[in-house]
């Protein structure tokens, strides 16, 4: 039986990688050299006490106080996971996806070659993936989501959940993402919405020095719509948005 590491490799563009590919930690690292950060945010993702906690106390804790200490968010984003990891052979994607947790639940229906891959640029979090969320369908990658190394129309969904807003130039990697999802596949985003308490010049200063992107309350839909995603629907709870659609 074909491993899913061997699977990820196999759908990898060669065309798009230019180093040689090292498996020694568990994953597959098609970047090498680490470079310097340009921001405090993404500094922090890459800080192994970060990755330790991230998935237990960091995010929770994160996404709760963007949706005013709410569990919208959470609840939503909980269904949304188990619908696109739904029974089924198929290949998905999971865009910065830290140490791994959503995607080990989106391989749990998998079936046949179905595989979900995570990727994501930050060793400490693939390691922690590596460990605590391994899986017979589940494979990591260490990329750049600007420069996704697959051809187009690889993947039958992908999901970007509570890390779009972190990237720089994110709706550059809108752009590939939708570049490497099939007709017809399915698109989900988790990110940051413009509201009346986001627009005020504490959270816009806060923002700037930490590189957090909060978005225009129509600035995805607008920009996977002339990407060529149709069937959008966005749902909004706090600070926080899904955008989900398909590919036409």
Same mark, same amino acid.
């Given at each position: ?7 990820? %490799? ?5 065309? %798009?990688?230019? /180093? ?25 993702? %890459?800080?192994? @006490? ?6 237990? $106390? !960091? ?8 949706? !005013? ?16 990891? *739904?029974?089924?052979? *198929?290949?998905?994607? =999971? ?9 080990? %639940? $989106?391989?749990?229906?998998? #079936? ?7 990727? &994501? ?30 051809? =187009?129309?690889? +993947? ?8 779009? !807003?972190?990237?720089? &130039?994110?709706? #550059?990697?809108? =752009? ?16 940051? /919405?413009?509201? +009346? /308490?986001?627009?005020?010049?504490? /959270? ?19 920009? $996977?719509?002339?990407?060529? @995603? ?19």
């Amino acid at each position: 039986m074909t491993s899913a590491s061997e699977q990820a %490799r196999a759908l990898l563009d060669p065309s %798009r990688i230019h /180093v040689t590919i090292d498996d020694s930690a568990g994953y597959l690292d098609i970047l090498g050299r680490e470079d310097e950060l340009p921001t405090v945010s993404l500094k922090a993702m %890459r800080n192994p @006490v970060v990755a330790a906690i991230y998935e237990r $106390l !960091w995010r929770p804790a994160f996404t709760r106080a963007l949706s !005013w200490g709410g569990r919208g968010a959470a609840d939503y984003g909980a269904k949304l996971v188990e619908r696109i990891g *739904r029974p089924g052979d *198929r290949a998905i994607l =999971d865009v910065a996806c830290g140490p791994g947790l959503h995607t080990k %639940r $989106l391989a749990a229906g998998l #079936t046949g070659d179905g595989i979900s891959i995570g990727l &994501d640029f930050s060793p400490p979090m693939l390691a922690r993936a590596v460990a605590d969320n391994s899986g017979d369908r589940v494979a990591y990658i260490r990329g750049d989501a600007h420069h996704p190394p697959f051809a =187009d129309n690889t +993947f039958d969904a992908f999901v970007c959940l509570a890390a779009l !807003w972190l990237i720089p &130039d994110p709706l #550059t990697v809108v =752009d590939q993402l939708v570049r490497v999802t099939k007709p017809g596949g399915e698109i989900a985003i988790f990110a940051t /919405v413009r509201t +009346f /308490v986001s627009s005020g010049p504490i /959270v816009n200063f806060t923002a700037q020095r930490t590189g957090l992107k909060i978005f225009g309350r129509h600035e995805l839909s607008d920009r $996977l719509r002339s990407a060529g @995603v149709v069937q959008i629907e966005q749902t909004i709870t706090g600070e926080t948005q899904y955008v989900i659609g398909r590919r036409s």
